[in-house]
């Protein structure tokens, strides 16, 4: 079976090395792609379009916003389809007999509790400078849910979840959501199409490109909290097969 | 295109990257298909999706392009504006939002294949999630994840959910006995209670034995 | 507002979601109406695109999200909603089927997966935002982040569900992923040769540089076509379906099996018309040389899976693979009519499915299994069910006035003119194939059957069903009234459906395809 299972692999690698001889070469900027009226406006006009000196932020999350808020809406699915599928009904094979009583060790609670709030700060950091620096939602989302994720290593899934429930997980991946969402809907009523941040001029005392600059920030809030929400809900439901009791 | 020398430094030197990334791809493949253990598919998924990720990232690249975030003089928020020439108070200078010339965009890689890979990158891992409770609650309801263990025992459930409500006591296939008491247990146990309580569960996955047809004609559901 | 409507499309599903998400939470019992609402409004957004494009010039409704307006910015820059005459059809199909399920989830969701569901109206809802979306977008990206959120959706909605549910969605997932991200490698080559991801852009960047016979093309086409058919479950990538769809709740089997299929056939007219062209899809490549082929093998081999099935919802899984053999068949011999068919056979297969599935959800409420040997005398007990599901069966056989009749015509119409024997031959093959399995089961529920295999006659309390087994007890009219209403699409999309007909015409005129045989 495995050597059975080549055939078909090999030919796939044939195929695709055949269309690569008609590739442009690795780096070449007369490439179609580096040369596109479309990547040429991105570098070109950023800066005079939104003000934002990162041109990736500024093409998630403005001229490809919407693409950005189905991603987010991933993330949330993701969450949403692991509760759906491992939360309980009473059924249990009831040999989960292996969990591990340890006492939480001195020095690794210790560091932990020096490091986490370090950690969410610059996660806020991350968040924040994804205009000017590489970062964003869904980075600064991350590192964020790391944190609740290394409070739960360090004592107990109970300990973290006292700290950030459940609940309270969908509750925050669902309000990043219509964060997002939101901001798209307020700029379709003012007058734009849906996601045209330039409308929101009219409610914010700022020039057309910084309400762009705003609502990148607006948005990529939403982004950090589903990701962060879904990140760690995801390690909750996963290490305890959906009881959220005991785990790592 | 193709002569002798001519592959070789085609394809591994100028087109190197091409070359990498279909080498991870086939790899990725390979494992997903031919790999028995439900994690070992889900690695190789993970490889496969990894590979498509460099392929995209690679297209971006651009000789002697920096990244693409605005360098200081073309910042539109920028501040930098060294002109010791010109005079003390230029050096402050703010400059707003410029408009790039084109042999400025040279010096900047190409953003929107990036940005795709971030987007691809989240499915990817949401995917992986999703894919890893599916593994879980398939380990809770059959006790194995090796593939072909889970297809002896999903194959004799079959095997029984198939069979005709009307032949009730009378079970033909004697590996019933031994191995669908794993599976049968996980969907079986809430279901002796009444009858009406258990009708969420697909009724055909049922032991046909307890099933009269026709008798649902008596009971409201 | 009104030209916003194209956004409400999505609006409504999405928010109606994160609104189950934060109020079901509490109180589970008011994801049902929030779910109608939402779906009703979407569908009447639905409604209100597809009347903008017919009234439209130049029969499209074109929205660009974020602003980035053609004339002030490059094509591509934002992403566009093109909601041409193909998929604003099809987008209120989606909707529609969307909105008949919802109303008929009621009874089942809360029976088969008691207490989870504000999750499954959550998934339920995101499912029907990524499906109308991927009938909206213009952006081959963007459909790829679409058909995700379709499929994950579709996983979890299917392994909610049973143990067994979740084994089978794991192969769904294997196979799903490795469709998506062939995909997803088909757009990157595309994007390599082209430089944009606008669907028409892309297009536009074929004409204009000759890119027809590159091979890097027609690799890209290859790859796109292939992730495709893996996610329609096209023969032999088919494996996955009939567990996937046999194991899922009710609801579930009823939303996804009308729609994800035939959302992906709209996918391949998508990529064959509009972006690769029709000179290089039907011209340059080979497809239309060996695909009738490939598809004569598929139906034959569907059909008599269908055949030899026993239980309901099995046999029309299989049913599913034959019909989606017809479609792609329709659209690789290379003929308008042939064309035509294939898109009416994507909005009559949908209504169709969707009444049969919803009438087996109905059987196997009430008569506890969808094995063909406990359907005795269904029709004394349930008739009203038992009309609405042949009417989707009549429909699949194709008899007139049902819309599977018009579309069935078209395809075999299709089929002769281009000189297509084999396809022909094996539409006429399967159809009488589908006969044969449904008066099969006609046969069953009407007539009653003692133990012994006797036929003892009509099944209104003769000898061998007691006086209960044959009283009339329907099914709960939450669940009734959804099926009644299907099978009245049906009839009406077949009695009407010259105007449906008209507007494909009108899509498919800027396009020139051959009307007699296509091949040079």
């Not at chain 1, 500024?58 to 969450?79: C, H, K, P, Q, S």
């Not at chain 3, 499209?60 to 053609?70: C, D, K, P």
């Not at chain 3, 194709?398 to 094996?426: A, D, H, N």
Request: charged fraction near 15%; hydrophobic fraction near 50%; glycine fraction near 10%.
């Amino acid at each position: 079976m495995k050597l059975l299972s080549l055939v078909p692999v090999v030919a796939v690698g044939g195929l695709l090395l055949f269309a690569a001889q008609d590739f442009p070469e690795w780096g070449d900027p007369a490439s179609p792609a580096s040369t596109s009226p479309v990547s040429s406006h991105f570098i070109q006009s950023t800066g005079v379009d939104t003000e934002v000196p990162n041109m990736v932020t500024a093409v998630l999350a403005d001229y490809r916003g919407f693409d950005t808020m189905f991603e987010t809406v991933v993330v949330f699915i993701a969450g949403m389809a692991v509760l759906a599928i491992l939360k309980s009904s009473g059924r249990r094979k009831g040999k989960r007999e292996h969990e591990v009583e340890a006492e939480p060790d001195l020095i690794v609670t210790n560091t932990v509790r020096l490091i986490v709030p370090v950690i969410q700060i610059f996660a806020f950091y991350v968040l924040a400078h994804g205009h000017v620096s590489p970062g964003g939602g869904f980075q600064g989302g991350v590192v964020m849910g790391a944190s609740f994720i290394l409070v739960a290593l360090a004592w107990d899934l109970e300990v973290a979840l006292a700290r950030f429930s459940a609940e309270k997980c969908i509750l925050v991946a669902a309000l990043g959501i219509v964060l997002y969402g939101g901001i798209g809907f307020l700029s379709m009523l003012l007058g734009g199409e849906f996601l045209d941040y330039a409308e929101l001029e009219k409610v914010l005392p700022v020039s057309r490109e910084m309400a762009r600059y705003h609502a990148m920030l607006g948005v990529e809030i939403g982004v950090g909290f589903t990701v962060t929400a879904i990140i760690f809900a995801l390690y909750a439901n996963l290490s305890t097969e959906g009881r959220l009791k005991g785990g790592l | 295109m193709f002569e002798d020398g001519a592959i070789v430094n085609e394809l591994l030197v100028e087109r190197l990257n091409y070359f990498i990334y279909v080498v991870l791809l086939l790899i990725g493949l390979h494992a997903m298909i031919s790999k028995r253990n439900l994690i070992k598919k889900l690695i190789g998924m993970s490889i496969f999706q990894t590979a498509i990720i460099l392929f995209y990232v690679s297209i971006a690249v651009k000789e002697e392009a920096t990244i693409p975030i605005y360098k200081a003089e073309h910042d539109p928020h920028g501040e930098v504006h060294h002109h010791p020439e010109k005079g003390g108070e230029e050096a402050e200078a703010h400059h707003g939002p410029v408009a790039l010339k084109d042999e400025e965009i040279k010096q900047y890689a190409n953003p929107l294949p990036h940005v795709l890979m971030l987007t691809a990158i989240v499915v990817g891992v949401a995917t992986l999630g999703l894919a890893l409770a599916l593994t879980q609650r398939i380990y809770q309801g059959y006790g194995t994840i090796e593939e072909d263990e889970l297809l002896t025992k999903i194959e004799r459930a079959d095997d029984r959910a198939s069979q005709s409500p009307l032949k009730s006591n009378q079970s033909p296939s004697p590996k019933k006995a031994k191995g669908s008491a794993t599976a049968k247990k996980a969907t079986a146990s809430p279901s002796r209670k009444s009858g009406s309580a258990s009708q969420g569960k697909s009724a055909a996955k049922r032991k046909p034995a307890k099933r009269k047809p026709g008798s649902g004609g008596g009971k409201k559901a | 507002m009104m030209e916003n409507a194209i956004a409400w499309i999505f609006i409504f599903p999405l928010f109606g979601a994160v609104a189950c998400a934060l109020v079901g939470m509490r109180q589970s019992k008011l994801c049902y109406p929030i779910s109608g609402l939402s779906m009703l409004g979407a569908t009447w957004a639905g409604a209100e695109t597809l009347m903008q494009a017919v009234q439209s010039p130049v029969h499209e409704v074109s929205y660009i999200l974020g602003g980035w307006t053609l004339d002030a910015f490059p094509r591509g820059v934002g992403i566009e909603f093109r909601a041409d005459l193909l998929g604003a059809l099809i987008t209120l199909v989606v909707l529609g089927v969307g909105l008949i399920v919802s109303l008929y989830s009621k009874l089942p969701v809360r029976e088969e997966t008691p207490g989870k569901e504000p999750l499954f109206y959550v998934l339920f809802l995101l499912q029907i935002t990524g499906l109308a979306g991927i009938c909206l977008t213009g952006d081959a990206f963007n459909l790829y982040v679409l058909i995700e959120v379709a499929a994950l959706t579709g996983y979890g909605l299917i392994a909610m569900g049973t143990n067994r549910a979740a084994a089978a969605t794991f192969n769904y997932l294997i196979l799903g992923t490795i469709g998506a991200s062939l995909y997803l490698l088909g757009v990157g080559y595309l994007y390599i040769k082209t430089g944009t991801l606008n669907m028409v852009g892309v297009q536009q960047v074929i004409q204009a540089n000759g890119l027809m016979d590159s091979p890097s093309m027609q690799v890209a086409f290859a790859l796109i076509g292939l992730g495709i058919l893996i996610k329609m479950a096209f023969f032999p990538f088919h494996a996955w379906l009939p567990n996937a769809y046999c194991n899922a709740p009710t609801t579930t089997s009823c939303l996804l099996a009308p729609l994800v299929t035939k959302v992906m056939i709209y996918v391949m007219i998508r990529m064959t018309l509009t972006v690769f062209g029709v000179e290089f899809s039907f011209e340059s490549t080979l497809w239309s040389e060996f695909m009738p082929w490939l598809v004569v093998v598929a139906i034959v081999c569907a059909a008599v899976m269908a055949l030899a099935q026993r239980e309901i919802k099995r046999m029309l899984a299989y049913l599913i693979v034959a019909e989606v053999g017809y479609m792609v068949g329709g659209v690789w011999i290379y003929n308008y009519y042939g064309l035509i068919g294939s898109i009416f056979h994507i909005i009559s297969d949908a209504c169709m499915t969707l009444c049969l599935f919803l009438g087996a959800g109905l059987i196997l409420r009430k008569a506890k299994t969808t094995h063909f040997d406990g359907l005795r005398g269904l029709f004394a007990k349930m008739p009203l069910t038992m009309i609405g599901f042949f009417v989707g069966g009549f429909s699949i056989i194709g008899l007139p006035p049902t819309c599977g009749f018009f579309s069935k015509w078209y395809l075999i119409t299709g089929g002769m003119v281009s000189q297509r024997w084999e396809y022909l031959v094996v539409l006429m093959f399967s159809t009488m194939v589908m006969v044969v399995l449904f008066f099969r089961l006609i046969e069953r529920i009407h007539l009653a059957v003692n133990e012994e295999g006797k036929n003892l006659g009509h099944g209104h309390g003769d000898l061998g069903l007691t006086e209960e087994q044959t009283r009339f007890d329907e099914g709960p009219l939450s669940m009734l009234i959804p099926l009644l209403l299907a099978a009245s699409v049906v009839l009406v999309i077949g009695i009407y459906n010259q105007d449906v007909v008209n507007q494909i015409e009108l899509f498919l005129e800027p396009f020139d395809l051959p009307k007699g045989t296509g091949r040079p």
